[in-house]
């Protein structure tokens, strides 16, 4: 299974924008253009997404 890679780009209005790729060259490709349109390099982040079984058990207390 391939793992996408993430671009996580944060603006003023806190609101982070996020776009997934196949290929580490696709992301490189969507970062110049970003750099280009005058974003700072300091606002991009990038990751990879890590696949997880995760199991969650919650208890719940009722009150009468």
Known sequence: ???KILVITSSLAGL???SEFKTKEDA???IKKLIQKG???NVIRIAQEISMNIEIQVDVKFEE
Request: proline share 8%.
């Open 39 to 41: 974003i700072s390099q």
């Open 28 to 30: 490189k490709e969507q």
């Open 1 to 3: 299974m391939q793992r």
């Open 16 to 18: 982070p924008t996020v």
